[in-house]
């Protein structure tokens, strides 16, 4: 059966780190026997530009056809006088909501060719392998009401975290899954001292560990999960959390990794279709300068191969070609060290495709 893959570049940095991935595909595709077609389409301020949407309907139809989409970036100056409906980000709200992707996966994998590009001592990070699990389609991003309002004579903005017992439940097993395929640690991370929210959300995870007796679950506040993140990220394994508090941690998570650069994230829905993406922005300051690392990208394709296609050998071909580049010293500026190759963005992506084979 041929894959069908949407293709959506987006904004910046994006076409240049898609167009490195996509590389990756077709050399899968004419060496290893991956059965696949690609399509493109606009999303972020590119829909804008073609469409007048940030998620233009031939957009969004090519995606609902697709059995997984791989996403660039989104976002840029030119789009921020924009009507908040219209700028790009908002583009890729929508189509986490439409395809209805709850459950994000972003680990946090550190190379041991990079554990001095981290921002933390080296012994602190050495060995570091966490997987964050943060729910997508809910909680403050989407709540309603929210707004800006004249009150008492003064503008007042607000936003409701929200969430529904089931919307906690079905991420919660998509954590518990992936933490039995590992070391059997669940951090549940919330703000149940204060918030009502988080109560429920703490709740409902306890109720849903019942029927993983395997797995060892503990819950932390959300601040004091920063904190530890940054002291000893080597306690955790799984974390689950919701949409705003996995939206910080993940970033926070990032540097401990050398550079966000490096980090992919798979969204997945019920059936595990996906939309894979790497977690930084569209980095507008370098884009078309052919600097940008597009190693979180291919590992995306990685993270499309193992959990939509359940391709695992695939996935570990991505996977171990871009181990071999990291340990041949190619370097793209973000990561590069005295000592190493400095590579561009198009020739990272040309030597993880002769790392295949």
Not at 198 to 205: H, T
Not at 322 to 339: F, M, N, P, Q, W
């Amino acid at each position: 059966m041929t894959h069908k893959i949407a293709v959506l570049p987006g904004d910046g940095i994006g076409p240049e780190i898609v167009r490195e991935a996509v590389k990756v595909l077709e050399a899968l595709k004419a060496n290893h026997g991956l059965d696949i077609a690609l399509t493109e389409g606009a999303i972020g301020g590119a829909g804008y530009d073609v469409a007048g949407d940030p998620l233009p309907a031939e957009t969004l139809a090519l995606a609902k056809a697709s059995d997984a989409i791989l996403l660039g970036a989104v976002g840029g100056p030119q789009y921020d006088t924009l009507d908040r409906p219209l700028r790009p980000e908002r583009g890729l709200l929508r189509i986490r909501k439409e395809l209805n992707l709850f459950g994000n996966l972003r680990p946090a994998l550190l190379y041991p060719e990079l554990a001095d590009a981290s921002s933390l001592k080296p012994e602190v990070v050495a060995g570091l392998d966490i997987m964050i699990v943060r729910e997508l389609t809910g909680d403050i991003y989407f709540g309603e009401p929210r707004g800006i309002e004249v009150r008492s004579g003064e503008r007042v903005g607000f936003n409701t975290m929200l969430y529904s017992e089931s919307e906690v439940r079905r991420v919660a097993h998509v954590a518990f899954d992936i933490a039995m395929k590992r070391d059997k640690r669940l951090c549940s991370v919330e703000k149940a001292n204060v918030l009502e929210c988080s109560e429920l959300w703490k709740e409902v995870v306890i109720e849903v560990g019942k029927a993983y007796p395997e797995v060892e679950l503990s819950h932390m506040y959300v601040d004091n999960a920063a904190m530890q993140l940054v002291r000893a990220p080597k306690q955790f394994d799984v974390i689950v959390t919701g949409n705003i508090f996995g939206d910080i941690l993940s970033d926070a998570a990032s540097m401990l990794t050398g550079s966000i650069g490096m980090l992919p994230s798979a969204s997945l829905d019920q059936n595990n279709k996906g939309m894979y993406e790497p977690i930084h922005g569209s980095a507008p300051d370098i884009a078309g300068r052919d600097i940008a690392n597009p190693l979180a990208t291919i590992l995306s394709v990685s993270m499309m191969l193992r959990y939509t296609f359940n391709n695992e050998a695939a996935a570990q071909l991505v996977d171990d070609a871009v181990s071999k580049v990291l340990a041949d010293g190619c370097r793209t500026v973000d990561i590069y060290s005295e000592g190493a190759t400095k590579v561009s963005c198009s020739g990272m992506g040309d030597a993880v495709v002769a790392a295949l084979g």
